[in-house]
């Protein structure tokens, strides 16, 4: 049966793929009249050769590299705009204008040079750096409707992977990988993360409230922090009051997620078709009767949407939202900045969910010309809602037997091997996690000398996490309305919490 409709879907795709290829072969036939080659050199400012300059056609996906000579060959359209780029120099547009030999010569950005990067304990501008620092502005990660932060930084710094096992609620965080794995054997390879100087978890941390991250990738630059830096450092400085006498804030998004791709299967009749066919090639009996094939057609008809495993799975609105909200005030001595931040994510199965609340207040206290205080408060409640067999749930997505009703005369059917998955949704029990955290950070800078400061730092932490765990016995029936048995024969309830300082 398996094999039979993958063969299925094989042979459609494949009709598909030479259909579009000839399409494309009469597009190109078309429109190649208007191409032109185009070839030339990119050179900066010293008339040495770029190598590996970028070179798109704007608005399409056709482009080119330089080689080692900085020379470049393209087929473009006559009045088409070129899109000229590389890293540390300004980017270019030019027009072709039915020209096929072009020069260009790219300009240092003296803006990206200047740019401030914090680096260890300190600050540094990008002309100095000696070490491999990738930065990633606000603006990245912002423009990415995502709940966990982490989730966010992935392909934004070169070097740095971000794998995501899941994308339930509350735990579509991203594991952070700096360079690869540096250890084997179960070892933590994840990077050092330092909020605003104090070591925290990226993801109890609203995108909206980052001012920059750094990535500090190699010995020479994360050396400071000693063996805790072996798998990189990931350096997050928040916002703070701006120069504005007053200034609020707001940010927020909303949409809905589906699935990117859900198991294809096979209808009901055609599954016990097929099943029938297997089971004459292999004892010359029939699996299903003409009765049990009629029985099946009369209650399909009646309602198909009892049959759909994954309609009924799959019911969740998806709904998700995010609210930012900040202040900024300050006088002469005096800067604060309290924000408040919301997030709550509805799951594509029915009852789960994730909610989080983030207040925060940031505050910056210029005492004397000499010493200066900073003080940060933080506290985050998140709360996460799942499935008690949610494993089982998605195990079973694509494998539930298509001729099996979802429920049998208003009650659950027999399923597969008496696994419901819709009844383990619907009264199957949950398991809820609450995790509250609480820091503050109280920071004091003296400047005796103009080269030297003394920084002084206090940095509480309290965790709390409450979780709830009910596991609930789902009975399944037979279509006589007798019981079939349920895979969990028992009911159990689990408590715990753990608080942390």
Known sequence: MKLASFMLLLSITSIFAVELKSESILVNSLSQAGKITLSGVIVDSDG??????????????NGTVTDIDGHFSLSVDRN???QVTYIGYLSQEIVVDNRTQINITLLEDAQALDEVVVVGYGTQKK???????????????????????????????????????SGSPGGDGGEIRVRGISSFGGSDCAP??????????????????????SVLKDAASSAIYGSRAANGVILVTTKRASK????????GYAGWQVPTFIPKVTDGLTFMEVFNVANMNDNGSVLYDDAAIAAFKTGYEADPDNYDWQKAILSGSGFTHNHFVSLSANSNKI???????????EGIIRNTGFERYTVRNNMDVNITDKLSLKFDISFVNRDRKQIANEGDIWNY???????????????????????????????????KNNYIELTGNLRLDYNPVKWLTLTGIVAP????????????SVMTYNDDGSEAGAANTYTNISHRLCARI
């Open 48 to 61: 040495d050769p770029i190598i590996g300059a970028n070179i798109v056609e704007k608005g399409k996906s």
């Open 461 to 472: 932490k309290y965790q709390t996490r409450n979780s709830h765990t009910f596991v609930k």
């Open 335 to 345: 800067h604060i900045m309290p924000s408040f931040g919301y997030s709550n994510q």
């Open 397 to 431: 997505l694509g494998r539930m037997p298509t001729n099996i009703p979802i429920r049998r005369n208003g009650k659950w059917s027999e399923g597969w091997v008496n696994i419901n998955p819709a009844g383990y949704i619907e009264e199957g029990g949950s398991a």
């Open 192 to 213: 050092l993360v330092l909020i605003d100087g104090i070591e925290g978890n990226i993801n109890t941390l609203d995108a909206n409230l980052i001012e920059s991250i």
């Open 244 to 251: 504005d006498a007053f200034a609020i804030n707001y940010k």
């Open 127 to 165: 002309a100095n750096l000696t070490g491999a620092v990738s930065t990633i502005s606000p603006e990245q990660i912002e423009k990415r409707p995502v709940i966990s932060t982490s989730a966010a930084l992935q392909g934004l710094a070169p070097g740095v992977t971000v794998t995501t096992q």
């Open 80 to 82: 088409s705009i070129l």
